[in-house]
């Protein structure tokens, strides 16, 4: 099921963060610790611009289901879902795998059915990066960088607050009409593990060099109740 999409007006509010959770203390980084620019053809996205993100006729539209344990919304705001562009299926937290994969995100649903598939994207000025919270525990995305092994890298839900971790850099590729991310804390980009077996299947990890192609890129929808 792959949907193009066309510009739509959207806007984000920032959500208010708690005490940090295994993460570093969020401070503005410096220039020369930024990633480097991505390779020609793809633009990084700011919150203004991520304003323009597409919804094809047709594209998927859920009113996410708020679990129990997701915590309070402030000001509402825009909601969206991610597919991958490799197996064409939305991106889940896992919440209720079990240590040390709790939160993980997968590539894995058919459709955006409910929280488990929603993400808030945060934008945050001073560092210029987005912050990435999912309404399936209410935790923010965090890359797993001290993770060994085929897990390294892995994103999972599960910080309260926002630091280096839990920093993503949004680009978009007007020609393809995709997107990819970027994290901050090893400069890589966002892959699907398509080829992953068990639990892991699908996983999203930051590891590649590159957006080079269907593993690093997603679509992007807005989820309007």
Not at 68 to 91: G, K, T, W
Not at 108 to 120: F, K, N, Q, V, Y
Not at 131 to 156: H, M, P
Not at 163 to 191: C, H, K, M, P
Request: charged residues 20%.
């Amino acid at each position: 099921m792959r949907r193009r999409m066309t510009s739509a007006l959207l806007s984000l509010t920032a959500l208010v963060a708690a005490s940090a959770l295994a993460a570093p203390v969020a401070t503005a980084a410096p220039q020369a610790d930024r990633p480097a620019p991505a390779p020609a053809g793809w633009e990084a996205v700011t919150g203004t611009e991520l304003a323009r993100i597409a919804e094809a006729d047709g594209a998927p539209k859920a009113a996410p289901a708020a679990g129990d344990d997701v915590s309070a919304l402030a000001a509402e705001p825009e909601l969206i879902a991610m597919q991958s562009v490799r197996n064409e299926r939305f991106v889940a937290a896992e919440k209720n795998y079990p240590a040390p994969n709790t939160g993980v995100l997968r590539a894995r649903s058919a459709e955006p059915a409910g929280s488990w598939e929603t993400l808030a994207f945060e934008w945050d000025e001073t560092t210029e990066t987005y912050a990435i919270k999912s309404l399936a525990n209410g935790r923010y995305v965090a890359v797993e960088k001290n993770y060994t092994g085929s897990a390294q890298n892995i994103l999972r839900a599960r910080s309260t607050s926002v630091g280096g971790w839990e920093r993503f850099i949004v680009y978009y590729n007007e020609e393809l009409d995709r997107w990819a991310l970027q994290s901050t804390v090893n400069g890589l980009f966002v892959a699907m593990e398509n080829n992953y077996t068990g639990s892991l299947q699908y996983a999203l990890r930051a590891r590649s060099a590159e957006p080079a192609g269907s593993w690093e890129e997603f679509y992007l929808y807005s989820l309007e109740a």
